[in-house]
């Protein structure tokens, strides 16, 4: 699981992008946020009367491998803001935060506002023909970090480089053949798992292609998921931002707690893990390395996360603070 970013680690720019008067006017006449009486931006609500009170659409959460953890557990209290939050700094929860998540009983009174949402990376297969209709929510990274991230936690979703150095994932420790890096290293890597976020946006695993003979995909189709299927697109560069939007825009009346922003857990192998993870990305940069497909799927991610941002800040006058 990757680390939360911290505020002060470099962000995307907001500041170069901006909504003209017109956008904001149409928003409001369209009646996107004052509208809609939980602050949800959806024209086709789902209506579900029953649990908690959540009046939305039903979600399909797509976990994209090394993009924060924690704000799938934030989607879950978003949309259930009553469930007691469960501490995951704590030795047992470290390693697996969602499971002792969706272990709790609140949980159980939740989960039916999900068509999915669950540990694992899940996809909805490309020939489900209800694409369409599903409504869902994700995170997503730049190509670079992501993969650096991945290397560092033992070559994630590169099976063969994983089993050929002996590396075990669920250890928090680093895998040896991950801390002898080599740039040969970082370009098998980086092969093995490009194209990840769009081939899981499309209804691929995330490293398929890479040692299953799949297809190239289709990055104008990955774009076109991300403006029509996503109701939410967080950003990991911007995860505080991105967890304080979707609570307002889910309609949750709280103020977000200090312990949604709290790490779960450090990188593997800690202070040597983060230096790697920055060598990685570094290497990548040099050998010129570059995913087209994550580039595209990731600005188009980023245009739509300024999109809701501003939706956010239009509804969240009023929020009232967890008592």
């Excluded at 499971?99 to 039916?112: K, M, N």
């Excluded at 040969?184 to 490009?194: A, L």
Aim: charged share 25%; proline share 6%.
């Amino acid at each position: 699981m990757v680390q939360v970013p911290s505020d002060e680690k470099a962000t995307p720019d907001r500041s170069s992008r901006s909504f003209t008067a017109a956008y904001v006017v149409a928003i409001v006449v369209c009646g996107l946020v004052a509208g809609v009486p939980t602050g949800w931006l959806v024209a086709n609500k789902i209506k579900n009367d029953a649990g908690m009170g959540y009046d939305g659409p039903r979600l399909w959460y797509l976990h994209i491998p090394k993009t924060a953890t924690p704000f799938m557990l934030e989607v879950a209290y978003g949309v259930c803001p009553d469930m007691d939050r469960v501490d995951i700094t704590t030795p047992e929860c470290a390693d697996a935060p969602e499971t002792c998540v969706f272990g709790t009983s609140d949980w159980s009174g939740c989960s039916h506002n999900f068509l999915h949402m669950a540990p694992g990376h899940d996809v909805i297969s490309d020939d489900d023909p209800f694409w369409s209709e599903r409504v869902m929510v994700g995170m997503f990274r730049d190509p670079t970090t992501r993969v650096a991230s991945g290397f560092v936690h033992a070559f994630h979703d590169c099976p063969t480089m994983t089993s050929r150095y002996g590396c075990d994932e669920h250890s928090p420790d680093l895998c040896p053949g991950v801390d002898h890096m080599t740039e040969d290293k970082v370009r098998e890597y980086f092969e093995c798992v490009k194209e990840c976020q769009g081939r899981m946006v499309t209804g691929h695993a995330c490293s398929a292609g890479a040692f299953k003979g799949g297809s190239p995909v289709d990055a104008e189709a990955a774009v076109r998921r991300i403006e029509e299927n996503f109701v939410y697109v967080g950003i990991t560069e911007r995860f505080h931002d991105s967890v304080v939007d979707f609570h307002k825009l889910a309609g949750d009346p709280h103020t977000v707690p200090e312990s949604a922003f709290v790490h779960s857990n450090t990188n593997r192998g800690g202070r040597r893990g983060d230096e790697l993870e920055k060598e990685v990305a570094e290497i990548i940069k040099a050998l010129g390395l570059v995913d087209e497909v994550d580039e595209a799927v990731y600005a188009a991610a980023l245009r739509k996360n300024d999109e809701f941002h501003a939706h956010a800040q239009l509804a969240g006058a009023g929020m009232g603070k967890r008592q």
